[in-house]
């Protein structure tokens, strides 16, 4: 019987380990622009979102937004957006990617107050989306879709 990790790695998708934390959230490690960062991995935020601390530590060039974000324990926060970013998460790579920047001051607060560590943002449905990921809860994998190579007929 084939696994669900053969399975899809024979469909062309990669594999990332999630990391289950003390607030019982899935954390993954990604790249923006070639440096590492820790991430929530949020199925219900609709946007991938750093925290304003990191604009220089990404080299990320921003835009004020009209956007007011909303989230748990948190509404009509001013937003920032940053546009071409490349975005590596294991194998899976996506250039120009937009991400909204906030205050995640009220996400790590939380996190320290649970004993967890604070995360640089939280990879969103977009990312998701883009990457047709599957999420295997039970073995705490995240699955994202490899581009494929298009070649010339």
């Known amino acids: ?11 062309g998708y990669s594999k990332i380990k999630l990391k289950l ?9 990604a790249q923006i622009n070639g440096i590492k960062g820790r991430f929530i991995l949020d199925t219900g935020a ?53 991400l909204i920047l906030f205050n995640l001051a009220h996400v790590n607060e939380g996190l320290i107050n649970h004993n967890a560590q604070p995360v640089d943002g939280i990879i969103g449905a977009d990312i998701l989306k883009k990457g047709k990921a599957i999420i295997d809860y039970e073995k705490k994998y995240l699955y994202l879709k490899l581009p494929t190579l298009k070649t010339k007929s």
């Open 1 to 11: 019987m084939v696994t669900l990790m053969e399975f899809l790695e024979s469909k």
């Open 46 to 98: 609709s946007s991938s979102c750093v925290g304003f601390e990191a604009i220089e530590r990404f080299n990320l060039k921003v835009k004020d937004s009209e956007i007011k974000a909303v989230g748990a324990g948190a509404s009509n926060m001013a937003t920032m957006i940053s546009k071409s970013n490349n975005l590596k998460i294991g194998k899976w790579k996506k250039n120009r990617m937009a």
């Open 21 to 29: 934390t003390k607030t019982n959230h899935f954390e993954i490690k």
